[in-house]
């Protein structure tokens, strides 16, 4: 199979060519330094298919002459002058160094990248520990979740509320809302209010006792629809316990430090059952703890709010 204009049309690096070309069972890519230019701050990745099937990458990729390359600019255009000048000698001997910088910077590339070496491992369980490894950092201690959608990986968009919101529902099992306010009202100090007598209109007056603001508060609820999973966010120590600490550190990290976040676990319906009689002091029930007696059995909005 060739490398069509289809296939061509995303690559933006001579290293996401020589994977493609390799995937593709082309023959191998030989590189070429883009040597000088009048833009230096754009990139961008040119190749020629040869007679015998192999592919001349010309290439912007980091190197000695590449767009975040080792050589000054002034360097750069001391040797387009002496190039023009049919002064070969120093462009000649800086391209060994950059050919062979350059392959070893894509040798290092694959052996760093895991997808490479994912697409190189054969066995099952070899591919599952590199899977483990790349959602380790976002996974946390939740293991049971080993793919991902595709957007939450390729976009930089950590911050996005949608985000957020996917990741949270793909680490956890419940059912998320994320709601920002618009407009919040903060309360203006007795002391920086204004009082009566010795205070001049249009200085220093403070008319009012609270003001409105761009609000920076996001409200993270988790969804529960079974008393018995809502009162576990309550015991200390228990998995949904450690879930709303999770949930809230995860939401640290992705709001800005500006934001303020609050973490709240809602139920909407009835109570638990009312107490019922045991001999056995580990299965006892405690009122106001963990049981309650009801004489209606009307549905109840109940919240545990994490600070």
């Known amino acids: 199979m060739r490398l069509g204009k289809g296939l061509m049309a995303g690559v933006r690096s001579s290293f996401q060519l020589k994977r493609l070309a390799n995937a593709l069972?082309?023959?191998?890519?030989?590189?070429?330094?883009?040597?000088?230019?009048d833009h230096y701050h754009k990139q961008y990745c040119?190749?020629?298919?040869?007679?015998?099937?192999?592919?001349?990458?010309?290439?912007k990729d980091k190197g000695l002459f590449g767009v975040r390359g080792?050589?000054?600019?002034?360097?750069l255009d001391w040797l387009k002058l002496s190039f023009h000048r049919a002064n070969e000698a120093f462009f000649s001997f800086l391209s060994y160094f950059e050919q062979r910088f350059v392959e070893l910077r894509h040798?290092?590339?694959?052996?760093?990248?895991?997808?490479?070496?994912?697409?190189?491992?054969q066995s099952t369980q070899d591919q599952q520990v590199l899977l483990n490894q790349y959602f380790a950092s976002m996974n946390f201690d939740h293991c049971d979740y080993n793919t991902a959608p595709v957007t939450l990986l390729n976009k930089h968009s950590g911050r996005s509320?949608?985000?957020?919101h996917?990741?949270?529902?793909?680490?956890f099992p419940y059912k998320f809302e994320i709601s920002t306010d618009n407009i919040e009202w903060k309360v203006i100090p007795m002391a920086a209010r204004s009082q009566l007598g010795q205070t001049q209109i249009g200085r220093g007056t403070v008319l009012g006792h609270k003001y409105p603001q761009l609000?920076?508060?996001?409200?993270?609820?988790?969804?529960?629809?079974?008393?018995?999973?809502?009162?576990?966010?309550?015991?200390?120590?228990?998995?949904?316990?450690?879930?709303?600490?999770?949930?809230?550190?995860?939401?640290?990290?992705?709001f800005s430090e500006h934001a303020s976040v609050d973490v709240i676990a809602q139920y909407h319906g009835r109570r638990v059952s009312p107490t019922s009689l045991t001999k056995k002091n580990t299965n006892a029930v405690v009122l106001g703890n963990n049981a309650q007696l009801l004489t209606t059995q009307k549905n109840q909005l109940q919240q545990i709010r994490k600070h």
């Open 107 to 121: 040798a290092k590339a694959e052996m760093t990248s895991v997808v490479y070496r994912a697409e190189q491992t």
């Open 70 to 75: 080792g050589l000054p600019n002034f360097i």
């Open 215 to 254: 609000s920076h508060k996001v409200t993270v609820t988790i969804k529960v629809s079974d008393a018995d999973q809502f009162q576990q966010f309550s015991v200390t120590g228990s998995t949904a316990a450690k879930h709303l600490e999770q949930i809230k550190e995860f939401c640290r990290q992705c």
């Open 166 to 171: 996917r990741m949270l529902g793909l680490y």
């Open 161 to 164: 509320l949608n985000t957020i």
């Open 25 to 37: 069972s082309d023959k191998p890519v030989r590189y070429q330094s883009e040597l000088f230019s």
């Open 46 to 59: 040119r190749y020629e298919r040869a007679a015998d099937g192999s592919y001349l990458v010309e290439s």
